[in-house]
């Protein structure tokens, strides 16, 4: 781990407890009672949901005097136990403590994901979603998590966890994934301002070549794709 991770975790460590306000990657802020600090993420309780929120993504954030929305303590726990086996709290842990519950996902603009995840991988994750059905998700670019509180599904859909994908034969590496789906009509970082929709012509080192309608070439740096998803 590295060490200004290890420092930025005793600084907020020392605000457990007390009413917080974060900016995240995208200019967005967050606010609630921090619950929580792992190695690579925390936790906050804004009076109706747990936020698990990557360090990767804070860019800065402070405890406020005034508790603005009022939040109570949380009655209930939250329904990911990132605890149990003694595993500390931790972006991974958290991510396979919430497979198979229904969860949203904050990745792009302001279009959050909700559905569940199936399978985890080295630094991506496989999510299905009502909306996009299977999606590969890049784990470095995920910004916030938040379990549902209740069993009710997105959408007041009843959707079956059982969905997995166990018999898929899974690439370990995102960029590996990418490279499978060449020849294929796909859409990368779903329905955003910052989507690219084309078929995969080439993977080679971090560069993918997306051939776009009307036969427009688009070259795009794999570091910066969030989401994959097939047409």
Not at 44 to 54: E, K, L, P, Q
Not at 120 to 126: A, N, P, R, V
Not at 169 to 192: C, H, P, Q, S
Not at 207 to 227: C, D, F, G
């Amino acid at each position: 781990m590295l060490k200004g991770v290890v420092t930025l975790n005793k600084i907020i460590q020392s605000l457990i407890k007390e009413f917080v306000q974060i900016e995240v990657s995208g200019k967005k802020i967050l606010k609630g009672t921090l619950i929580d600090v792992g190695k690579d993420l925390l936790v906050i309780f804004n009076g109706t949901d747990y936020m698990y929120i990557s360090i990767d993504h804070i860019h800065n954030f402070c405890a406020l005097k005034n508790n603005e929305l009022d939040t109570l303590a949380p009655v209930e726990s939250s329904s990911i136990k990132t605890s149990e086996n003694n595993q500390g709290l931790s972006l991974q842990v958290t991510l396979h403590q919430a497979k198979g519950k229904n969860i949203e996902i904050y990745l792009i603009d302001d279009q959050p994901l909700h559905g569940y995840i199936t399978n985890i991988m080295d630094d991506y994750f496989e999510f299905y979603s009502p909306i996009y059905k299977t999606m590969y998700v890049s784990i470095k670019h995920l910004k916030w998590l938040i379990p549902y509180v209740s069993n009710e599904g997105p959408y007041g859909l009843n959707i079956n966890s059982s969905k997995s994908s166990v018999n898929e034969n899974l690439e370990i590496t995102f960029k590996n994934k990418i490279d499978k789906f060449k020849d294929k009509l796909i859409v990368f970082n779903i329905g955003g301002s910052k989507s690219h929709i084309g078929t995969i012509k080439n993977v080679e080192e971090q560069i993918v070549e997306l051939e776009k309608a009307r036969a427009a070439k688009e070259y795009l740096n794999i570091e910066h794709i969030k989401t994959i998803h097939e047409v």
